[in-house]
């Protein structure tokens, strides 16, 4: 019997929900060149969903996939990629993936999976039963119309307590594009639910006894693990923290790393007071309070403890307490997110009593954790908030909605910045109830299509960060100029990239992080600090390339992008520097395939360039420069009519970023015309079937002339 590579479980799990057949398939046999999560969901979807498939057909396939280093001791590893034909995608859903943490992929893989690919559609509701080599489809009918914590409980009492479940709530029943699929509670993919509720799938619950074999040397290994652990930062691996400190020659207010010494987790039992070295890589996890830094002091009363992902010690998931909230509103008393889910309620105020960081903010921010956990809403990057706050004070709610249902919502409660609007709202949205719930669950299709709200509206307003087909700004160019508008026109949904962000805002002044930038980009240049942007150049477009498919990688990887790459570092005797070629030393000793720095981004460059194919077979033409790559017209605005490249504004100059588009499609190998890769490119990257496959199509040609 051959041996599995290391890092690999071995086996990809298929389940077809409309017979009922569950078979395997060897994972590095079958999808091994596209190493796991995105890329072996890409890989599914290009042979064996046809152009022109809906989200929610029997047809369509849903993939749940882990990385090579998912479950490892790898510090991040705990991701799992859900690749679909994604619902919340406007006018036509096309390819793409919802990204989830929390412990589903080590628990998929000790059972012996690498992905779980899914086909077709139950008769009736269903959940499927994991246990190493077990499985099994189940009844549900008793789960279905359930939330997410009844539904995880549930299954978790008939598993045993070392499950792990991954469920959708009412919305994802009600097939809501912005319906989530939520694992451990509060780890969340967005924009995925619906397809699983399509399916008639309410859950997975996998238990595995298994492990994974580590193929290189197993002291280098350990050493390599501890390497990284010292060069970790905090959330979003900002490197220095919020305070001054003699342990740090710099601070910066605006870092993650806010866990200051003398700080208390005052709701854990007992409180729990930072003390120590904020060096010490056994305190990690003290560095970060996503709370704190959202809703400011008032959270540290209120905190019990972080809590994360398999192998995280950053734990940017912060769990609060807060009984009068309970008592006040008849919900739970412990909520946990982070970052925007942390935020989901409060941002559906234009203000609130007190301001953001105040009581009311508070308040709203448990009442949107707990019931958008549990009824599984994506906020679609914060976009849903901001659409409801543009539809009721651009008055369209009180001309579309009839009256009888405008004058239900609780209006006097939303003017007066009381949470308990939310009790109303947040419902209507997960079960689509009424002509809101359905037109707001559909994400900005909704008001769209249902209402003939014209798009241009929203890519005109600077307020609503719409940037294209149905999806918000992801770090564009108000922190990174030319190489974050070049990372947002790429996907088919919010970029979820945070490799330059991650850099650009890691708290090192300016003169740090370009000498930095200098040794990996090859000019100080190819980075601005935020609001002070020069005009283009080959360097910018150098480190948008890597930055794309740093995350790609990490996407297949089973890594955290929300923390990863790991360029910088908080260490000055390394001169701040992190390591460029961490991710191919963790892959080649994982699996005993050796594979460099380059190697491994040109493997992330294949991944990344199927993704491309993809969207153009679907979208059924080759001009992405026209078609796809749009930039919305606030990007080239500024409210006091500052002049780009003027410092504090972050407009951008039209001509300028045509020039940006350009350099980036020659360093891709993509028609500069049309922005698609050419045949030579795809050969290039092992991908020559799908290129010729586009060239019968008239979709792909040999050169960019």
């Known amino acids: 019997m051959k ?58 396939a849903l993939v749940f996939a882990t990385g090579v280093l998912a479950g490892t001791s790898v510090p991040c590893n705990g991701r799992t990629a859900i690749t679909t034909i994604f619902p919340s995608c406007w006018p036509k859903a096309l390819v793409g993936s919802g990204h989830m943490g929390g412990q ?128 970790l930062g905090a959330n979003n691996q900002h490197v220095v923290p919020a305070f001054p400190s003699p342990e740090s020659e710099y601070y910066n207010p605006g870092s993650r790393w806010v866990g200051k010494p003398g700080k208390r987790w005052g709701a854990a039992r007992p409180p729990v007071e930072i003390t120590g070295s904020i060096r010490s890589m056994n305190r990690i996890s003290y560095r970060t309070n996503s709370a704190a830094f959202f809703l400011g002091e008032q959270a540290w009363k209120h905190t ?78 914060g976009q849903l908030q901001r659409d409801f706050i543009k539809l009721a004070r651009d008055g369209v709610l009180a001309a579309k909605l009839g009256s009888k249902e405008y004058a239900s919502l609780p209006w006097d409660k939303w003017h007066a910045g009381d949470p308990a609007f939310l009790l109303d709202l947040i419902p209507r949205i997960g079960e689509r109830r009424g002509e809101l719930g359905h037109v707001l669950g559909q994400g900005c299709g909704g008001p769209f299509d249902h209402w003939g709200v014209p798009e241009s509206a929203w890519e005109a307003d600077h307020a609503t960060t719409y940037w294209k087909m149905g999806h918000p700004k992801h770090h564009a160019n108000e922190d990174d100029g030319q190489c974050g508008v070049i990372i947002n026109t790429q996907y088919n949904r919010d970029a979820q990239c945070h490799s330059h962000t991650n850099f650009v805002r890691n708290g090192l002044p300016v003169h740090e992080q370009k000498r930095l930038a200098g040794e990996l980009w090859g000019s100080p240049d190819s980075m601005d600090a935020p609001g002070h942007y020069t ?118 100059d039209e001509a300028d970023m045509g020039l940006a588009m350009d350099m980036f499609y020659e360093l891709m190998g993509w028609d500069t015309a049309t922005g698609a890769p050419t045949l030579a490119t795809y050969s290039r990257l092992g991908l020559k079937a799908v290129g010729k496959a586009l060239a019968d199509k008239g979709l792909a040609k040999e050169s960019g002339e």
């Open 304 to 381: 019990v403890r972080g809590n994360g992902c398999t192998a995280c010690p950053i734990r940017c998931h912060t769990t609060l307490k807060a009984p009068t909230v309970a008592a006040k509103y008849g919900l739970n008393e412990i909520a946990q997110g982070t970052c925007i889910a942390l935020n989901f309620g409060r941002r559906f105020f234009p203000s609130l009593p007190g301001g953001p960081k105040g009581e009311a903010a508070f308040e709203a921010c448990m009442i949107g954790m707990d019931m958008a956990d549990d009824m599984g809403i994506w906020s679609n990057y």
């Open 535 to 652: 005009r283009m150049n080959p360097y910018k477009a150098q480190r948008a390339k890597w930055a794309l498919i740093r995350k790609e990688l990490h996407d297949c990887l089973g890594l955290c992008n929300w923390m990863g790459p790991w360029v910088a570092s908080p260490l000055k005797e390394r001169g701040y520097r992190g390591d460029n070629s961490l991710e191919s030393r963790f892959f080649s000793l994982a699996t005993g395939r050796h594979l460099d720095r380059e190697g491994l981004d040109l493997a992330g460059e294949r991944v990344f360039t199927l993704h491309r194919a993809l969207t153009i077979r679907d979208m059924g033409t080759a001009d992405m420069r026209s078609a796809h790559d749009h930039v919305p017209r606030w990007v080239y605005e500024d409210h006091n009519g500052a002049e780009p490249f003027s410092k504090g504004t972050i407009r951008m």
């Open 3 to 60: 041996a599995t590579p290391g890092g690999f479980a071995g086996k990809v799990l298929r389940v077809d929900l409309s017979t009922g057949t569950i078979s395997t398939q060897d994972t590095v046999e079958r999808y091994g060149e596209m190493l796991g999560g995105t890329g072996l969901g890409y890989q599914v979807l290009w042979e064996e969903v046809p152009a022109g498939t809906g989200p929610f057909d029997a047809a369509n």
């Open 104 to 231: 589903f992929a080590a628990k998929l893989k000790y059972a012996g999976y690498d992905a779980i690919i899914v086909n077709g559609k139950a008769d009736h509701p269903v959940w499927l039963f994991i246990r190493d080599t077990q499985v099994e489809l189940r009844d549900a009918a008793h789960l279905w119309g359930c939330g997410i914590r009844r539904t995880t409980l549930e299954i978790s009492q008939e598993m045993g307590a070392d499950c792990c479940v991954a469920a959708i709530g009412q919305a994802g029943e009600r097939l809501a594009p912005l319906a989530t699929v939520v694992n451990s509670l509060s780890h969340s993919a967005g924009g995925v639910g619906g397809v699983m509720g399509a399916k008639n799938l309410k859950a997975i619950g996998v238990q595995g006894s298994g492990a994974l074999r580590i193929a290189g040397d197993k002291e280098q290994w350990e050493q390599l693990v501890k390497f990284h652990l010292s060069i």
